[in-house]
Each structure stands twice: as structure tokens, then as C-alpha cells.
């Protein structure tokens, strides 16, 4: 199938090509990286015959929606700033699901650039089919506004954007019987906001021919459930006619502890659209903040419908590790569960009720055990990474490749803590106790070069071990931290050791994750492994501390001021 990574090996080979940029920094080689869960809890290990494990995509994969084309479904994400953009995975049964690609894999379809990655940059994707053909809309926000792409294969490749001419966010597209389609999204009220959050649900139809809006745009919900209440931030509507009756789906409550999904219906397209008897038809609001394995902030569904007759939701939610909703730094996984039609209204959950870890198996073909909960262990043999390699924002040039089983990373003139591009390429962090690996190959010339392995939330939030020059010109392992914008875009200096061998000598770097606590260790060739910095403070990495909507990327950085910046 067509994927992203013929575009990597692409940027890679015109890095090959660049002595010049090449000569002008220092190149970090990295010669292997691995990723592991180092301890599996009775609810996140194997399930028991019959049963499945949420969630069923682990890591940042947030805003889910999915579409079923025969017997396959396929999935599409958010992705914020995260390159190749809008991750695309694929399922025979709604629990394995593989990644198969990305829909924004070239740098004329989007720009991302100096954007803050926590919460700016590409989001609530809506993936459909219709008549051959896949269509994708989203936002990208501040950074051009709403689009829509198309596609024969959801693997890609995708159509350059379609810009759409409204305000709001959370495009999603409706087929009616009648084969006219309509854009549904969020957008501001008729004339003044109520109260801070107040929101409405727009519907207009589109040209699929042409991809442009035509006719009138209607208001079908304003504010949410019960203005009186009043509803906060409805958002990521999904429209489905099922029995003659138009059914509507949104998320309200904003994105943190209140988070919910509600129900609206009508008998005609345009209205008017009545909320269902048992609003909200998912949270987990107000549940006990201790109990055991908690799932918060549940919301954002879309729901499918199987060949057997069954539907199920797709949707966000984090397991948070403290007592706070927000103390994750996973960020916001897909999770999945059935759906009860009950009356001709969808029910996914009670209130009060906890989503359940494990559950009952989609009365679907299996063929395999396992899950996509897997380790990642990249010793980079072939010129092409796997597709949840990703770096930040459009590349205007390129800085790394793979060569003779090495990742050769070129360090670059912009630090983490700039919102340009980093010389980052990274995974996303999957559970909270897990262990990554790597061994570094890197000569600094210069006190301000360094090159390593890194965790990362934002530009503000990070932790990054890395080989460094001392002022004397030996070289040392640095363990810097970032959690205010007030602290240098490198970081500030937490510990530092020095090391024994020249700059041939490769070091073996390690970030061992223990939900809010991360350790960071070396060791040298022939040595043993040096803790160094003892035990950090990782919820600075947390969705509480960045107040954003991505979770933490583990991988490898290089930096020279020497280095190009654009």
C-alpha cells in the first residue's frame, strides 16, 4: 500500500545529496532505539479469550473517527504538529489496528511551522467513504482553517487540501439517500455568545464535484443539550440517518474532566434537532478521581456500524496516573466499546459507570492473537522507519537519513525549546512504565552541542540526556530539563558526568518511565549503566502541567548553533 514513507526516504536521499549542510554541523549517528513496556498491570496485559484490552490504539492518537469499506475499517486521528500529519490505521476486527499510512505526507499540502505543538496544528480529522472514493476533512488551526482532502486508498496518497470557507472547527461529511452531501462542524452562535463556551453546530451542503460549499448554512444546535445548564463547547459532530431518522452525535464539556458525548435527533435534515432522553450517552465525569485503573475525559466518539448488524464507538480518553483527570503523559488514547440502540437513541455508557479495560470481542473474524500495544525495536537496517516516526512541523529542508544500519541525525540550529524544527525524530510514548533505549555516535565541537535521547510534551516541556562538550573538550553526558518558558530553549542544567572515551566511542543512553517519575541512565563501551539526576519530576511532561492536547514523544535530537534553522 501506498504510506508516508517513500516521502521520508525522499528527504532523506536530498539530505544525502547536501555536503554542505552536512560539513557546516556536527552529525549524530544513531545505531539502534528501542521502546518497551516494563510492567503490565492485570488490567494492560493479555486478555482472556473472547475479550479485548483498551485502549485499543495506545498513545497520543486522539479525536478518532472511523468508516467501514466491506470488511475493513480503517481510523483516522489528530496529530497536531507531528510529521508525516493525521496518522491513518487500518482493523479487521475494531481491536488490531495497523498503521497503513498518513494523509499530510508532503510539504505542499500543509505548513506547519512555529506552531506550539500541545494544542496548534492539525485535529479532529473525519474520514469517510462514498461511491469509491475516501474523503477527509479537518482543521488546521492557526495554520489555515478547515479543508477537505480526498482519495481512492485511505493508505493514501491524499489530494492536496480543499480550503473551506468557514469559521469553527471539526469538519465532518454526511451522505444523505439522496447522494447530496452536507459539512457539519462547530462554529460560533448567532450573534453574541451566551457565556464562555457557547457554541453551535452548522450544516451546509457541498459540492462533491467541485469540493465548494453551496446553499445555505443552517444552525442545528446551539449551545448543546440544555442552554439553561448552560453546555460548554459542543464539538466533533457526526451525523447518521439509520430507520428515516437523521441522528446526531457531539462532544460537549470541553476536553478535561467534563468531557462528554451527547445525542441529538430529527426527522428532517435541517431540524429541529431534539437532545435524547439519557444525555450524556458517555462520561466519566464524576467519578471517584482513586479508583482503581482510572479512564477520565471520555468523549469524541464516531460510531460504525458492522456487516453482523453490531455498532460500536470509537473515542478519546486518558489513564491518568494520579488522582488528577489530567495527570497523563500518554496523552489522549483511541478506546473502543459497543452501542446500544435503544428506542432508535445510541447509548454507549451509563453515567456513573467506569470504561471498563477489558471487554467483550466484536463478534468479528480473529485471526491472530496480540495487540498494537507492541514494543518498538528499530536497529534502522533499511532506509525506511517505521510509520510512527515523527518529527515536528513541514520540513523545509532536510536533516537526517539512514545509511550503513545508522540513523544520521545532522544536528540543526534550532533548540527544543524554539517552536521551529528540531532535529527530533520521535515515537510516541504507549504506557506509563516503559523503558527506551539508544546508542549515540557524536563528536560536539562546541560547549552548545548536543545530541541524544529525549522526552518531550512541548517546547516548554521536556527532559533530554545527551552527549555534550565540557569547556576542558571532554566530552559528558548532560540531563536537562524544560518547564517554563523562562529557562534557556536548551534547557537547564540538572546533572552532568563526564565521559572516558573519545568521540568514536559510542554511549548508550535510557529514559526508564514510571508514570509521573522518569529515571535517565548511560553507560560507555565495556562499562555498566550511571544513573544520572535521580529521580525527575515527569509530570511536567502531563496534559495538567502543558494544559494542552498531546502526549510525550520519546526519541532522538541533535543540536548545533552551527546548524540551518529554516
Sequence with gaps: MPSAAPTLALLAAIAAASPTFAARAPTAFF???????????AADGPSPPGMYRNPVI????????????????????????AWPAIPIFHSRDLVRWTQIGHAVTRPEQMVLKNLDASWQGLYAPDLKYHRGRFYLLSTCYACGGNFVMTATSAAGPWSNPRWLPFEGIDPSIFFDDDGRAYVLNNGPPLGEPRYDGHRAIWLQEIDLASLRMIGPRTRIVDGGVDLGAPPFWVEGPHLIKRDGRYVLIAAQGGTKERHAQVVFASQALRGPYLPGPANPILTQAGLDPHRADPVSSAGHADLVETPEGEWWAVFLANRPYGPHDLLTNIGREVFLLPVDWRDGWPAILPSGRPVPLQAERPKLPFRRPGSTHTAIDEAFATPRLRLDW???????????????????????????????????????????????????????????????????????????LSVARRRDGRREVRLERRST?????TGSLVAAAALTGGGSRPVELRITMRGGVYRFAFFEHRGRWRNIGGDQDATILSIKATDGFVGTLIGLYGYSPRGLNS
Design 31 to 41: 545505531d539502534h532505539f528501542t521502546y518497551r513496556q516494563t510492567a503490565a498491570p
Design 58 to 81: 495506545p498513545g497520543s492518537y486522539p479525536d478518532p473517527s472511523i468508516v467501514r469499506v466491506g470488511r475493513d475499517y480503517y481510523l483516522a486521528t489528530s496529530s497536531f504538529t
Design 390 to 464: 515523527v518529527s515536528l512541523g513541514t520540513p523545509q529542508t532536510s536533516w537526517w537519513r539512514v545509511a550503513d544500519g545508522k540513523l544520521h541525525v545532522d544536528t540543526r540550529a534550532v533548540a527544543l525549546g524554539d517552536k521551529g524544527q528540531p532535529a527530533f525524530l520521535a515515537v510516541r510514548q504507549r504506557h506509563h512504565d516503559a523503558v527506551a533505549t539508544t546508542r549515540v555516535t557524536f563528536n560536539p565541537v562546541r560547549v552548545e552541542e548536543r545530541a541524544g535521547l529525549v522526552a518531550y510534551a512541548d517546547a516548554e516541556h521536556f527532559l533530554a
Design 485 to 489: 518558558p523562562k529557562e534557556r530553549a
